[in-house]
């Protein structure tokens, strides 16, 4: 068969307005493609939610590619490891409650089930804005990557969406947008985002699950997000409690749509 190169740019061109189009309203959107992320987006796509995510990067997996200081293995706790086990993810026993997994077999894995779940992945996107209608996020205003590091000035589009979760780990970026630009309070005991506090993993993975709740209305925050949104420390290479907040975050939704 002759190839026709016009035909596979226009092939692309199609296929990917059409994914875009179809996303454009959607009842959860993702900012964030991260361990927490990537869970919570999986949970909800299960439970038949239409479910959107947005990475600015061109990969997906977040800080879990590179395990601790580059050492492509991650470890989690009994908790994080049942988590691990119904994505299929092979797991060692290093000592008691402490479990190993090979960080690229953990991202590829989480992130092919996330897919096949019918989550829509956009890498190459970045959350620059909220859309907030009445006091409550209503959808996300969405830029190319590129542009943003280009700092060209090209506006960005709008998608709307019932519900936010903002799993941009350490830098927390939705819930900043929110209080710098909204002039309204976050959730939190201060209205604003606190802050993460240094390391200590076992209070910074306690205290992730009671950090994943709603920060704002329509938003949620999952993930390391959820410990510098509160003011709590931050856990090293520990990352059953992103999975467990992912999985929080998800189920915290599901009960709103009901
Ligand atoms: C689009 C964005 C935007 C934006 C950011 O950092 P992540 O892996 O986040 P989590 O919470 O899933 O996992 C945290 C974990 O990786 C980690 O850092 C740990 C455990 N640290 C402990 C410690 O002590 O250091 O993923 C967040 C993703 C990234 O891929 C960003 O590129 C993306 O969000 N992102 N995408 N628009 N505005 N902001």
Same mark, same amino acid.
């Given at each position: ?99 190993? $997994? ?6 590829? +894995? !989480?992130? *092919? %089930?996330? @897919? ?33 590091? $280009? ?6 589009? +709008? !998608?709307? *969406? %019932?519900? @936010? ?42 205290? !992730? ?50």
């Amino acid at each position: 068969m002759k190839l026709d190169d016009i035909k596979i740019s226009k092939a692309i061109i199609e296929r990917f307005s059409a994914k875009l189009l179809d996303s454009l309203d959607c009842d959860v959107a993702v900012v964030g493609g991260g361990p927490a992320g990537l869970t919570a987006a999986y949970q909800l796509a299960k439970n038949k939610k239409k479910v959107v995510l947005f990475e600015r990067k061109l990969s997906i997996g977040g800080g879990m590619w590179g395990g601790g200081i580059m050492f492509n293995e991650i470890v989690v706790q009994s908790e994080g490891k049942k988590i691990l086990d119904e994505f299929g993810v092979k797991t060692t026993l290093f000592e008691e409650g402490y479990f190993c $997994a090979d960080s690229i077999e953990t991202v590829t +894995t !989480i992130c *092919s %089930k996330t @897919v096949k779940a019918g989550v829509r992945i956009f890498n190459l996107f970045s959350v620059e804005d909220v859309m907030l209608t009445e006091e409550k996020v209503t959808g996300l205003v969405i830029n190319w990557s590129t542009v943003e590091l $280009a700092k060209l000035h090209v506006d960005p589009i +709008t !998608i709307r *969406s %019932k519900y @936010v979760i903002d799993a941009t780990g350490h830098a927390a970026e939705i819930a900043r947008i929110i209080q710098n630009k909204s002039g309204c309070k976050l959730k939190t005991p201060t209205g604003n985002v606190i802050g993460e506090k240094p390391m200590h993993a076992e209070i910074g993975e306690q205290m !992730i699950m009671e950090n994943t709740k709603e920060i704002f209305p329509g938003v949620f925050a999952a993930g390391m997000c959820a410990n510098a949104v509160f003011g709590a420390p931050r856990m090293g290479p520990i990352f059953g409690g992103m999975l467990m907040s992912g999985e929080k975050a998800a189920s915290l939704i599901l009960e709103k749509l009901k």
